[in-house]
């Protein structure tokens, strides 16, 4: 960790090709800002992308990055950090990309508490092709494959998370520039894994969920006098679908990670030269 880390530190010379408006950047710019902030070094940094709009971000930011495949950013981002304990590790992805074809890895991730962070940029629409509802679009939102809406409820990824076992649930909104940082950095810090769902509009194919919906009505629950450590409390907010909360909805203090629980400790990304004993003759009775 390190006093002297800027959040330009994690700037990359390569410029983003999201449309214009896009919440992504202001997910992203919190993302860089809560890992500066954390003193977190972008030489000890590395960070998982899946698929999407939100899945170039690892190319946009300058650290340790891998674009993975779809849905599938949690388990390479729990190999990275088991293989390197030292490393801060950084998910990043979508609603579809989590919620749907990644639904399974989010669960099991949830469950095994492996000391990363996960931000979910949630636009409530599948952007990069082309705009079709995604797991968290609303039972009517209408689009070009569900003229009608889809006509089942919106996926509730915090009541997933929850019971799951999850240890840090938490929201944001992307352009709340200060609360976001704060929050990324809270479940960046956090013993274990730490969930982030951000609001972060769509400015082309989705005209709901908009910037203004959001600022309209988030409530933030710093303004509020909701305790995150109160698994009730916070089994409450989760479950209320009447309102839009931000900030850290669930955190248990007592948190101990996988790698903490199991004594994983040790860089284990320092491969010896030469094969294992008895390595080739392995491979040679299956080839």
């Not at 003229?147 to 409820?153: A, L, N, S």
């Not at 909104?173 to 956090?190: G, L, N, S, Y």
């Not at 990670?257 to 004993?277: H, L, Q, R």
Request: glycine fraction near 10%; charge should be negative; aromatic fraction near 10%.
């Amino acid at each position: 960790m390190s006093s002297d880390v800027r959040f330009t530190d994690f700037k990359s010379d390569k410029q983003p090709t999201w449309c214009p408006g896009c919440g992504d950047f202001g997910t992203m710019n919190g993302i860089m800002k809560a890992l500066a902030n954390s003193g977190t070094d972008p030489d000890n940094t590395f960070v998982v992308a899946g698929i999407g709009c939100s899945g170039k971000i690892g190319t946009y930011m300058h650290s340790y990055a891998i674009h993975g495949v779809h849905g599938r950013s949690l388990p390479v981002a729990a190999g990275v950090k088991l293989a390197n304990p030292n490393l801060t590790v950084v998910a990043a992805g979508g609603d579809g990309d989590g919620y749907s074809i990644g639904a399974g890895h989010f669960i099991h991730a949830v469950r095994r508490n492996v000391d990363m962070a996960y931000t979910v940029m949630d636009n409530r629409i599948y952007g990069l092709t082309k705009g079709q509802a995604s797991p968290t679009s609303r039972e009517d939102f209408e689009t070009s494959t569900t003229p009608d809406g889809p006509q089942q409820p919106p996926v509730n990824p915090h009541a997933l998370a929850l019971a799951a076992g999850g240890t840090f649930i938490a929201q944001s909104f992307a352009t709340d520039h200060k609360r976001h940082a704060e929050i990324v950095q809270a479940a960046i810090e956090h013993d274990g894994f730490g969930f982030v769902n951000v609001f972060s509009p769509c400015v082309t194919f989705n005209d709901v969920d908009t910037y203004d919906y959001f600022r309209d009505n988030l409530v933030d629950l710093a303004d509020t006098d909701h305790d995150p450590t109160d698994y009730d409390a916070a089994k409450e907010k989760i479950l209320d679908s009447s309102k839009e909360y931000e900030g850290i909805i669930y955190q248990d203090e007592s948190s101990v990670s996988y790698e903490e629980k199991f004594g994983v400790t040790e860089n284990m990304s320092d491969i010896p030269s030469g094969a294992p004993d008895d390595a080739m003759d392995l491979v040679r009775e299956f080839y």
